[in-house]
T-cell receptor, first 115, second 109 residues
Framework: EAGVAQSPRYKIIEKRQSVAFWCNPI?????LYWYQQILGQGPKLLIQ????????DSQLPKDRFSAERLKGVDSTLKIQPAKLEDSAVYLC?????????????FGEGSRLTVL | DAKTTQPNSMESNEEEPVHLPCNHS???????IHWYRQLPSQGPEYVIH???SNVNNRMASLAIAEDRKSSTLILHRATLRDAAVYYC??????????FGTGTRLQVFP
């Protein structure tokens, strides 16, 4: 079974530039998550989708971050304009089951460096 | 979101058992206890989860206190590949997984 695919693996940009990350979840997984992991910290949830609807985006900095999940499958996370503090690994995860018991499957992440 | 408390780091020797503790005194009756681990340069991976009873799988065992205010992840024989950050997480029916800072486990040969 194919895992969660993310691209690009690495991205270096200058501050005020824009960047986009792509995620393809495991086939059939209705729930998709984006996390931000700053070096030395645990992952922080940015946004949660159920199919193509947003369940929770309370931690997403909406002035610069946006995310969409067209057709309830692939998802894109965009940052525009980027700040130095956005340097982090952006992790995508998907889950099949709901209700507290489902296992989350994570991709390898996209590492962003903002100069 | 209910919080968990874990030691920042622990050490073990290879082939010895490891007991990773987690305190969650504010757990609610419907919260599941999940454990994930993150190997260097990888995304987190699921280890085990439970509600009230102790659980075993091929990776580890989860021992849950009778009052559910604490739990322990048990690795029966640590290997060098088990060196990772281990996260204890309470998960409610909103499906969110809220990570803390976890326990960094070092395994020595």
């Amino acid at each position: 079974e194919a895992g969660v695919a993310q691209s690009p693996r690495y991205k270096i940009i200058e501050k005020r530039q824009s960047v986009a990350f792509w995620c393809n979840p495991i086939s059939g997984h209705a729930t998709l998550y984006w996390y931000q992991q700053i070096l030395g910290q645990g992952p922080k949830l940015l946004i949660q989708f159920q199919n193509n609807g947003v369940v929770d985006d309370s931690q997403l900095p909406k002035d610069r971050f946006s995310a969409e999940r067209l057709k309830g499958v692939d998802s894109t996370l965009k940052i525009q304009p980027a700040k130095l503090e956005d340097s982090a690994v952006y992790l995508c995860a998907s889950s099949l089951l709901r209700g507290g018991t489902g296992e989350l499957f994570f991709g390898e992440g996209s590492r962003l460096t903002v100069l | 979101d209910a919080k968990t408390t874990q030691p920042n780091s622990m050490e073990s020797n290879e082939e010895e058992p490891v007991h990773l503790p987690c305190n969650h005194s504010t757990i609610s009756g419907t919260d599941y206890i999940h454990w994930y681990r993150q190997l260097p340069s990888q995304g987190p991976e699921y280890v085990i989860h439970g509600l009230t009873s102790n659980v075993n799988n091929r990776m580890a065992s989860l021992a849950i206190a009778e009052d559910r205010k604490s739990s322990t992840l048990i690795l029966h024989r640590a290997t060098l590949r088990d060196a990772a950050v281990y996260y204890c997480i309470l998960r409610d029916d909103t499906d969110k997984l809220i990570f803390g800072t976890g326990t960094r486990l070092q395994v020595f040969p």
